[in-house]
């Protein structure tokens, strides 16, 4: 898949290709900073991504006073559970979360996965197994990549 990438900068002893990083939003200091264009205003709160290459340039965050590697990234594959006929390989689907409240269910975490938001449109990366539902809705997991 032509994923699309992203130049970011994460610290650099965490720089390394196919870690994977939940973006949480600027710190309290990045409003002013020169670098903030590429190290927080190109990526959204609360999405998961993933390292795949490391540039030849390090900069210093003088607000944090930490050396900053710039990387590429893209949006990672992100495990949730999907009603059974979307869980097709390659299908391109609207991602939505069920209605469900049963936050104690071993698979909640899978049916509202942290990463995705309810009406995401996301690529199904890999169908993994079935997962049994409570509610008795047939749901497999999957690996879903947002669509940039």
Known sequence: MNEKR?????????????????????????????????????????????IVRIRDRVLLCKEYKV???VVEVVNAEVPAAIPSVQAIQGAVI???TPECDR?????YDLCFPEGLKSEDRCIVCDV???????LGAPRKKVLLQLVS
Not at 16 to 23: A, D, R, S
Not at 103 to 107: A, K, M, Q
């Open 128 to 134: 993994i197994q079935s997962v049994p539902c409570s």
């Open 6 to 50: 992203i130049v970011t900068l994460v610290g650099k002893s965490y720089a390394k290709v196919g870690n994977l990083f939940i973006y949480r939003g600027p710190g309290s200091k990045c409003k002013d900073c020169e670098y903030s264009k590429v190290c927080t205003e190109n990526m959204e709160p609360g999405r998961i991504y993933k």
């Open 103 to 107: 936050e104690g269910c071993i698979y």
């Open 94 to 96: 609207t991602f939505r």
């Open 67 to 69: 050396e900053m590697q």
